[in-house]
């Protein structure tokens, strides 16, 4: 079984600051994906990035990259110049393809930006 | 397209009462899925569908059911609620993943309350 661990509950990052979020996973498979999710005070769950795990090319969409250390089986997210807008629940999720594409979610982290 | 949609967005049960939760999804996806958050844990996986007529346990499928008559329903049943099961559900559903990029897109939640 696979399990993601999020071990900071909270975090505060002023605007326009980098903050980063981490995640860890355990697991024996090789062929995997790796996702954050955004869940904003409106409840909706919006994917953020998705790393796949046989690229080692780290995923970025524009403010939003990660650090992916296979290795190290770690998924941070890294968010540059934070906006008022990125206040939110952050989960880190895995997925391995070969369990009918179910998601492991991690128990997420609180982002609260500042003014 | 409507996307994910959920029914209803709110519910208040008395203990012991029993209702079903609508999944309705318009993007002919394969696979779908319930799972509940509660504070503090994530979201965890109730009962997934990978096509019609086909359903499978989750994490925590106990006092659940769920049925998939048509592809793009997935109703979750509680059939005598209990306080515990006080939670917002999740309904999502995804294509078949493989050769493309894979995403699970999520429905806008059900705040259950169970008195």
């Known amino acids: 079984a696979q399990t993601v661990t999020q071990s900071q509950p909270e975090m505060s990052v002023q605007e326009a600051e980098t903050v980063t979020l981490s995640c860890t996973y355990d697991t024996s498979e090789s062929n995997y994906y790796l996702f954050w999710y955004k869940q904003p005070p409106s409840r909706q769950m919006i994917l953020v990035i998705r790393q796949e795990a046989y690229k080692q090319q780290n995923a970025t969409e524009n403010r939003f990259s990660v650090n992916f250390q296979k290795a190290a089986k770690s998924f941070s997210l890294k968010i540059s110049d934070s906006q008022l807008g990125d206040t939110a629940m952050y989960f880190c999720?895995?997925?391995?393809?070969?369990?009918?594409?179910?998601?492991?979610f991690g128990t997420g982290t609180r982002l609260q930006v500042t003014l | 397209n409507a996307g994910v949609t959920q029914t209803p967005k709110f519910r208040v049960l008395k203990t012991g009462q029993s209702m079903t939760l609508l999944c309705a999804q318009d993007?002919?996806?394969?696979?779908m899925y319930w799972y509940r958050q509660d504070p503090g844990m994530g979201l965890r996986l109730i009962h997934y569908s990978v096509g019609e007529g086909t359903t499978a346990k989750g994490e925590v499928p106990d006092g659940y059911n769920v049925s998939r008559l048509k592809k793009q329903n997935f109703l979750l049943g509680l059939e005598s609620a209990a306080p515990s099961q006080t939670s917002v559900y999740f309904c999502a559903s995804s294509r078949l993943p493989a050769g493309i990029p894979y995403e699970q897109y999520f429905g806008p939640g059900t705040r259950l309350t169970v008195t």
């Open positions: 993007m002919n996806h394969e696979y």
């Open positions: 999720a895995f997925l391995y393809t070969g369990t009918a594409s179910k998601l492991t």
